[in-house]
T-cell receptor
């Protein structure tokens, strides 16, 4: 168990809908990362937050947004969902976000029908 | 700019034989290098990490990797493969110039034949 909790584990929804994925980092970790993993695109970095502030942005679509709250948990919001958004979404956390080990959650499997 | 190339998308070995997963990187600064493993239907887990100490890094589950600056390589090895090693392996680089952003390789799927 990595100590990173993601909910829900599975999510099935329809095109055009909006969903929210939730992540609780390990106790004491200040940095949260979001990744998308799909068969055709592999593992893609979406966004990183550090202590409530956005630190780095990767291949995140404009339809997607994220935030990190004062208690350090994070949410990834996906809107106007398309079939191609079906993927496994991982959250990871680390103590400071610099050159260190990432602890990954077990992911949220999103299926857009 | 940093980049990571995992030279094989799939590697197949017999149980009990050595494993070699190849990774080349480019970095303008002294990099930190990582190998992560993802078992089927699981999250990713750190195998090992290099951060400019010893060039031969030992990780979990009997894996090790050697940092070779002259060859810009960080290949992952294991003397004897076990069925439980079947997984996908990712090589990752990070450096000061990129504000420590992690650059991920495309992954290598390791298949173990009985």
């Amino acid at each position: 168990d990595s100590g990173v909790t993601q909910t829900p584990k599975h999510l099935i929804t329809a095109t055009g809908q909006r969903v929210t994925l939730r992540c609780s980092p390990r106790s004491g970790d200040l940095s949260v990362y979001w990744y998308q993993q799909s068969l055709d695109q592999g593992l893609q970095f979406l966004i990183q937050y550090y202590n409530g502030e956005e630190r780095a942005k990767g291949n995140i679509l404009e339809r997607f947004s994220a935030q990190q709250f004062p208690d350090l948990h994070s949410e990834l919001n996906l809107s106007s969902l398309e079939l191609g958004d079906s993927a496994l979404y991982f959250c990871a956390s680390s103590p400071t976000g610099q050159n260190e080990k990432l602890f990954f959650g077990s992911g949220t499997q999103l299926s857009v029908l | 700019a940093q980049s990571v190339t995992q030279l094989d998308s799939h590697v197949s070995v017999s149980e009990g034989t050595p494993v070699l997963l190849r990774c080349n990187y480019s970095s303008s600064y002294s990099p930190s290098l990582f190998w992560y493993v993802q078992h089927p239907n699981k999250g990713l887990q750190l195998l090992l990490k290099y951060t400019s100490a010893a060039t031969l890094v030992k990780g979990i589950n009997g894996f090790e990797a050697e940092f070779k600056k002259s060859e810009t390589s960080f290949h992952l090895t294991k003397p004897s493969a076990h069925m439980s090693d079947a997984a996908e392996y990712f090589c990752v680089v990070s450096d000061h110039d990129s504000n420590y952003q992690l650059i991920w390789g495309a992954g290598t799927k390791l298949i173990i034949k009985p």
